[in-house]
């Protein structure tokens, strides 16, 4: 088990509550980021999703310089860009731009899902997700990045050369081999789809390739998400807690919806529950200490060397103040020693 604690990072979706709109939830999620800063979160990802009336982060790029404009010094990326639904030249162009912009800040998180439902995938005129398709591009957007070789025909890229970091993203033991063939940093899913979560991580760490021509690591460098809902008492957050759940249960059942305040939250089918309940099963909610104890618990087995926090609320003020007293007392422990 390892004697550090692993830094401490936030993955945003962008939930739209009810009774406000896309507007209200990027200004929202620009806040957010603001208090992560302060209270020391390590970087700040924004997801990819689209045709979702939940969600207003289909537009991740312009997202992430939003964000990245908001603050001063946490990083900024994507959680991911899902690679297939782009073409790898213009998201090299969309992300060195941003790097250019700001420099030594910008993270590329990539991953293979659709982010979407087949019809929408369609429109976004999706190309293949096989894992040789996706290493394939990956290496094609990472060439893009990449130092100036001056070799005849080599694409002009803003942004080339200055050190983006890359990230591959998975929810199985797929992008995990991905990740560990391309040498590149793997953050897992864990907050919606645990299932694989040690699978996946051993086959990464016996795989990892430090020699590939994209590595951008030594040794393994993992990160997984956890859901996460802190307030002043347990009672509180665990009533907090139920926006996620309702939300979650729209998700499998196909009645995706703004997120809703914990006191409108309808009771669900015991067996709907049980399903809730077991995708959401890596939560930490309680009191800051409560929480605390939960990742690090989790966490040290795993060996992670960063952890995603995932918080939804219905009231922006509450995901401000989870953010800021997990931060709070993260920094208390670090100081500490653990």
């Not at 200004?27 to 924004?46: D, N």
């Not at 200055?162 to 864990?190: H, I, Y």
């Not at 665990?238 to 759940?245: C, K, V």
Request: proline share 6%; hydrophobic share 40%; with cysteine.
């Amino acid at each position: 088990m390892r004697h550090r604690l692993p830094d401490l990072s936030v993955l945003d979706l962008v939930p739209v509550s009810a009774g406000s709109g896309p507007a209200e939830a990027i200004r929202a999620t620009c806040s957010a980021a603001q208090t992560a800063e302060r209270h020391g979160y390590r970087r700040y990802w924004l997801a990819e999703h689209h045709n979702s009336p939940a969600l207003a982060c289909s537009a991740t790029t312009v997202l992430m310089g939003a964000v990245a404009a908001s603050t001063d010094r946490i990083r900024v990326g994507s959680g991911g860009i899902m690679l297939p639904n782009h073409a790898p030249l213009k998201v090299a162009e969309d992300i060195g731009t941003l790097a250019v912009m700001y420099p030594g800040r910008i993270d590329c998180g990539l991953g293979r899902a659709p982010g979407t439902d087949a019809r929408t995938a369609e429109r976004l005129r999706r190309g293949s997700a096989d894992l040789a398709d996706f290493t394939r591009e990956v290496t094609e957007l990472h060439g893009y990045l990449g130092p100036t070789t001056g070799a005849p025909g080599e694409t002009a890229v803003i942004g080339r050369g200055v050190g983006v970091d890359l990230f591959v993203l998975g929810s199985s033991t797929g992008g995990a081999r991905a990740a560990a063939e391309l040498g590149l940093p793997f953050s897992f899913a864990s907050h919606f789809a645990p299932d694989h979560l040690r699978e996946a991580l051993a086959v990464y760490r016996e795989n990892f390739n430090p020699g590939a021509p994209t590595a951008q690591v030594s040794e393994p460098w993992i990160s997984a998400a956890v859901n996460v809902m802190a307030a002043d008492t347990t009672a509180e957050a665990r009533r907090q807690l139920l926006t996620l759940q309702h939300s979650f249960a729209g998700v499998l059942t196909g009645r995706r919806g703004p997120l809703v305040a914990p006191g409108d939250t309808a009771e669900l089918h015991p067996i709907l529950q049980s399903r809730v309940a077991h995708s959401l099963r890596v939560t930490a909610c309680g009191t800051a200490v409560e929480v605390v104890d939960q990742l690090i618990d989790w966490a040290g087995p795993l060996e992670l060397d960063e952890i995603l926090t995932v918080t939804y609320a219905h009231d922006p003020t509450i995901r401000r103040a989870s953010l800021a007293l997990v931060g709070e007392e993260w920094a208390t422990r670090r100081a500490g020693g653990m």
